[in-house]
């Protein structure tokens, strides 16, 4: 079992910057893939951010270019670099754990708001 903690969301005027983290139970290192993604209201939950153990990152068309993800191995902890927000990128943004296709965990999200 993998408990995931998000934190870092709030409200952002647009063009502003937010760092969302997400603090796992378990080593990073030991985790295949991380992910972040996020469901704004009446939307489907959309992937943003992909890093995998190896250090590749990989990003939705939408946020490229804007957004970043890392990792603190020593934190256990996974952070995603929000800038240039646009008042589209409002919702709840949920961090996500893949072991395997039989282990996988979510973390409880935390909002963003990006409006004037």
């Known amino acids: 079992q993998v408990q995931l903690v998000e934190s870092g969301g709030g409200l952002v005027q647009p063009g502003g910057s937010l760092r969302l983290s997400c603090a796992a139970s378990?080593?990073?290192?030991?985790?295949?893939?991380m992910n972040w993604y996020r469901q704004a209201p009446g939307k489907q939950r959309e992937q943003v951010a992909t890093?995998?153990?190896?250090?590749?990152?990989n990003y939705a068309d939408s946020v490229k270019g804007r957004f970043t993800m890392s990792r603190d191995n020593a934190k256990n902890t996974v952070l995603l670099q929000m800038n240039s927000l646009k008042p589209e990128d409002t919702a709840v943004y949920y961090c996500?754990?893949?072991?395997?296709?039989?282990?996988?965990?979510w973390g409880q999200g935390t909002q963003v708001t990006v409006s004037s």
């Open positions: 890093l995998t153990r190896g250090g590749s990152t």
């Open positions: 996500r754990a893949y072991l395997d296709p039989w282990h996988v965990y």
């Open positions: 378990t080593r990073i290192s030991d985790i295949n893939t």
